[in-house]
């Protein structure tokens, strides 16, 4: 089955460490983000990427990288930078360009220790 | 960026009811999709409707991008259909901006 699968479900961080959530998608999808919910609100963008190798920040990039080295995956890491990383991460893709109807893998939530 | 605005925040019916949940935006935009957040955070998208009006079962779907809406409907509401309704608007070549949502409680 084509889809999009995100790793762990669950993440725990401990003050000062790096964490890196997976995101690897089937779809043969060209555009692939990451959104970072919180409780009661809705989805914010963090990272997007259109192509391999290419990515563009988000509104609330600050403390978080990527990296698109293979169309399938599209990893994000939350950084130490990041101050309040608490929260449930979404990763979707697209067929190609940034308007185009989205499909979320199933989401990861990310506390701190 | 473009302001959504999602009416009502929360909404709890009988099963079998109808409901309206509703989309205001603030700008032009290009495209719309409507979600279905399940209770374990599945983001389901159930129409991408930039104008005009779609059905898929219970569920139908209007925007009206003139006036800047779009309404969802639930017909003959089911306890599966309990979640967080989200509506997603963007303009072309820019990313989407998403509502806070509806949350749906349906009780048997």
């Known amino acids: 089955d084509g889809g999009i699968t995100q790793s762990p479900k669950y993440l725990f961080r401990k003050e000062g460490q790096n964490v890196t959530l997976s995101c690897e998608q089937n779809l043969n999808h060209d555009a692939m983000y990451w959104y970072r919910q919180d409780p009661g609100q809705g989805l914010r963008l963090i990272y997007y990427s259109q192509i391999v190798n290419d990515f563009q920040k988000g509104d609330i990039a600050e403390g978080y990288s990527v990296s698109r080295e293979k169309k399938e995956s599209f990893p994000l890491t939350v950084t130490s930078a990041q101050k309040n990383p608490t929260a449930f991460y979404l990763c979707?893709?697209?067929?190609?360009?940034?308007?185009?109807?989205?499909?979320f893998g199933s989401g990861t939530q990310l506390s701190v220790l | 960026g473009i302001q959504v605005e999602q009416s009502p925040p929360d909404l709890i019916l009988q099963e079998g009811a109808n409901s309206t949940l509703r989309c205001n935006f603030s700008d032009s935009v290009n495209n719309l999709q409507w979600f279905h957040q399940n209770p374990w955070g599945q983001l389901i998208n159930l129409f991408y409707i930039p104008s005009g009006t779609k059905q898929n079962g219970r569920l139908s779907a209007t925007t009206v991008a003139t006036e800047r809406y779009s309404l969802l409907y639930i017909s003959s509401s089911q306890t599966t259909d309990s979640g967080v309704y989200f509506c997603?608007?963007?303009?072309?070549?820019?990313?989407?901006?998403f509502g806070t949502g509806t949350s749906l409680t349906v009780i048997p």
């Open positions: 997603a608007v963007g303009v072309t070549g820019n990313q989407f901006y």
């Open positions: 979707a893709s697209s067929i190609g360009a940034l308007n185009e109807k989205l499909f």
